[in-house]
């Protein structure tokens, strides 16, 4: 089975709303537009394509994971919207897995849960790494959160199918972004997918179902596939 992981998918990330830029984890217009559609087309870019196909697939899970603060911690209003799904995420819901994470932190044991819920397997053949699994990791904070929920998949469980892909995953910081895909996740023994077509196959996506076909291959190639 195949399992796209997908963290940071709110609004305080990828909103394009005026009200939630300059916020620090704001990926900023360009690679907000890059990722989820520009203008009109928001919520038709890559991103919520793959998930989308990746919801109707069913050989596909899909976990999302988010940061929210616990209840009666106190959030104002504007606070609770910078954890809410983006728009375009809301319709894919019923079909995903779902792991609210503490602020500034990944929550490992319910991730694991999920991957098992997902692929309707026993909680030790996650931990062990020896379950027939495939991961997928998109999202916000390349070089942060993208990163680290990788490395955990693939060097703390072990297993041996973990891929990111360039167009898939966002930073504010584009040199930490760069730097992450073309060294620390290879050297993990993650894999990046250069093309949206082979990221789509990953996942056990037909690319022509997400309107995934066609394009290039990203030009921030990591070191290893350059060689």
């Given at each position: 089975?195949n399992?796209?992981?997908?963290?940071?998918?709110?609004?305080?990330?990828?909103?394009?709303?005026?009200?939630?830029?300059?916020l620090?984890?704001?990926?900023?217009?360009?690679e907000i537009?890059?990722?989820?559609?520009?203008?009109?087309?928001?919520g038709e870019?890559?991103?919520?394509?793959?998930?989308?196909?990746?919801?109707?697939?069913?050989?596909?899970?899909?976990?999302?994971?988010?940061e929210?603060?616990?209840?009666?911690?106190?959030?104002?209003?504007?606070?609770?919207?910078?954890?809410e799904w983006?728009?375009?995420l809301?319709?894919?819901?019923?079909?995903?897995?779902?792991?609210s994470?503490?602020?500034?932190?990944i929550?490992?044991?319910?991730?694991?849960?999920?991957?098992?819920?997902?692929?309707?397997?026993?909680?030790?053949?996650?931990?062990?790494?020896?379950?027939?699994?495939?991961?997928l990791v998109?999202?916000c904070?390349t070089?942060?959160?993208v990163?680290?929920?990788?490395?955990?998949?693939r060097?703390?469980?072990?297993?041996?199918?973990?891929?990111?892909c360039?167009?898939l995953?966002?930073?504010?910081?584009?040199?930490?972004?760069?730097?992450?895909?073309?060294?620390?996740?290879?050297?993990?023994?993650?894999?990046v997918?250069?093309?949206?077509?082979?990221?789509?196959?990953?996942a056990g996506?037909e690319p022509?179902e997400?309107?995934?076909?066609?394009?290039?291959?990203?030009?921030?190639?990591?070191?290893?596939a350059r060689?």
């Amino acid at each position: 089975m195949n399992i796209v992981v997908a963290d940071g998918l709110v609004r305080a990330a990828l909103s394009p709303e005026r009200q939630f830029h300059g916020l620090p984890s704001n990926l900023g217009a360009v690679e907000i537009a890059r990722l989820m559609g520009r203008g009109r087309g928001y919520g038709e870019g890559p991103l919520p394509n793959l998930l989308r196909a990746a919801v109707r697939n069913a050989g596909t899970g899909v976990i999302l994971l988010r940061e929210v603060s616990p209840a009666g911690a106190g959030e104002s209003t504007s606070e609770e919207m910078l954890s809410e799904w983006v728009e375009p995420l809301e319709p894919l819901l019923d079909g995903a897995a779902e792991v609210s994470c503490p602020p500034g932190q990944i929550a490992w044991e319910p991730l694991i849960e999920a991957i098992a819920a997902t692929a309707r397997i026993d909680e030790a053949a996650v931990r062990s790494g020896e379950a027939d699994l495939g991961f997928l990791v998109v999202g916000c904070q390349t070089e942060k959160r993208v990163q680290t929920i990788a490395m955990f998949l693939r060097s703390v469980l072990g297993f041996e199918r973990v891929a990111v892909c360039p167009h898939l995953v966002g930073s504010a910081t584009s040199e930490a972004h760069y730097a992450t895909l073309r060294h620390n996740l290879p050297r993990s023994g993650v894999a990046v997918m250069l093309d949206l077509e082979s990221a789509a196959r990953w996942a056990g996506v037909e690319p022509g179902e997400a309107n995934l076909a066609g394009g290039r291959p990203c030009r921030i190639e990591p070191a290893e596939a350059r060689e």
